[in-house]
């Protein structure tokens, strides 16, 4: 059904138009009258119309173009497409109206559509844009990975991310802007590089893990030979240092596989832990057995503290030969015993031996004829100053008198020290 018609548009329409008794149809326009159709057994006003209609239809068609230029959905081969279309059927159309008005309108609507199509250009064109920058970031974040140093690269993470790098690119090619083709080509190929390198990489270190990890298992297999052999062994002080070069060798052999390294250590740990369990076990026995000997050297070192301090040097040396003779006949203690006791008696001996050093320098003729000299020597210089000292007296001279004063105080000082040194190696 067509739509209602506007009777002051059509009688205006109509004012454009005329038929003539044959019933043809004509409309006017700047360029003259043209034939537009026929319509004959019809009245003038039917003719007329039907044709007037038509043109109605034209312009409706025109102002629809019009309202949609301002929608920002419009796409630029759209408004190209109706633009050209409406300019065809406007150029001599079986129509009565306005024609050269309708005409005129179409001709400013190119400009808008100008417009529009400049404004879609640029946005077009700014989507490129941030496509291409969005498409070369992910390039990079590719590049950055695969330049990554293989030995400190996570390898699982790594490739995870790769992949939705990937997915990412696919994304931005099925529903993203189009970009040049040269732009992207040039793009994938530095992606599909990065892509590659990282693969080689990879595949490089994994191979030369694997070669590792068998070169580790190989030694370690070896390590575990070693470490079995020796559990079994009764040689304790040795072969608990052999156990520690196994494990500084096993530290130095790497890591195997986890599996493999998993199992080996638990084949070297349990011949380990079977060694020491077994020296332990003796060790309690032999504590055990030596218990009795700790309470003998506790009871020996009791006498032998009551020494100290030394006041009788030859008796406290006496008694302490005497008491090593014990000491050493007593025989072994628990080995968790033995520095203690030990440090106990080597202070005692300490003592005696401090207090015979003490004596020995008391006595020593040659420390005793050094401090006679010494002192023979500053009672000349004394007798020397204090002659001084009159003479500068006697002469009232005050700064001679505070210097000899002060030097003969300096010699009289010293001369007691010497003289009570000279008495002590008198004893």
């Known amino acids: 059904m067509a739509p209602p018609v506007d009777a002051a548009e059509a009688a205006h329409a109509a004012t454009f138009g005329r038929v003539d008794d044959e019933g043809s149809v004509f409309v006017v326009e700047a360029a003259g009258e043209r034939l537009v159709g026929q319509f004959p057994g019809a009245t003038a006003d039917e003719a007329l ?29 759209e408004i190209d497409q109706t633009l050209a279309r409406l300019a065809e059927e406007l ?25 529009r199509r400049a404004a879609a250009e640029a946005e077009r064109a700014a989507a490129r844009e941030a496509a291409v920058a969005a498409r070369t970031q992910i390039v990079e974040q590719a590049e950055k990975i695969a330049s990554t140093d293989p030995e400190r690269i996570q390898w699982r993470p790594a490739g995870e991310q790769l992949r939705l790098l990937l997915e990412q690119w696919k994304d931005a090619q099925r529903s993203g ?22 693969d080689r990489e990879r595949r490089h270190f994994f191979a ?21 052999k020796l559990s079994t062994s009764t040689d304790w002080g040795h072969t608990a240092g052999a156990y520690r070069d196994l494990m500084t060798r096993w530290k130095a052999a790497g890591r195997a596989s986890r599996a493999d390294d998993d199992a080996l250590w638990a084949r070297f740990r349990a011949a380990q832990d079977a060694f ?51 000491w050493e006949s007593a025989g072994k203690v628990p080995r968790g015993d033995v520095q203690r006791v030990e440090g106990r008696m080597r202070a005692v001996e300490t003592a005696v031996r401090d207090a015979e050093q003490a004596v020995w320098r008391r ?16 009672e000349s210089a004394i007798a020397a100053l204090e002659e001084d000292l009159a003479k500068a007296q006697a002469k009232g001279d005050k700064r001679k008198v505070e210097e000899a004063q002060a030097a003969l105080d300096a010699r009289r000082a010293w001369l007691e020290q010497v003289q009570r040194a000279a008495q002590d190696a008198r004893g």
Do not use: C, M
């Open 208 to 228: 030369e893990l694997e070669s590792r990890n068998a070169g580790a298992k190989q030694a370690k297999e070896a390590l575990v030979q070693e470490a079995e």
């Open 363 to 378: 006595s020593n003729p040659e420390t005793r004829a050094r401090a006679e000299g010494a002192a023979a020597q500053l």
């Open 49 to 77: 119309a039907l044709y007037v209609r038509r043109y109605l239809d034209l312009q409706a068609k025109v102002v629809l173009f019009e309202t949609r230029l301002t929608a920002r959905d419009l796409a630029i081969k």
């Open 276 to 326: 020491f369990a077994a020296r332990d076990a003796e060790s309690a026995a032999t504590d055990t057995e030596y218990q009795a000997n700790l309470e003998v050297k506790e009871a020996i070192l009791v006498e032998a503290e009551r020494l100290v301090p030394v006041t009788d040097l030859a008796a406290a040396k006496a008694a302490l030969r005497t008491l090593q003779d014990r």
């Open 177 to 198: 802007p189009r970009i040049d083709r040269p732009t992207e080509e040039s793009l994938w190929k530095r992606f599909s590089h990065a892509r590659t390198t990282f």
């Open 91 to 115: 150029a001599e159309p079986a129509a009565v109206g306005d024609l050269d008005g309708l005409r005129a309108r179409l001709e400013g609507l190119k400009s808008v559509a100008a417009e």
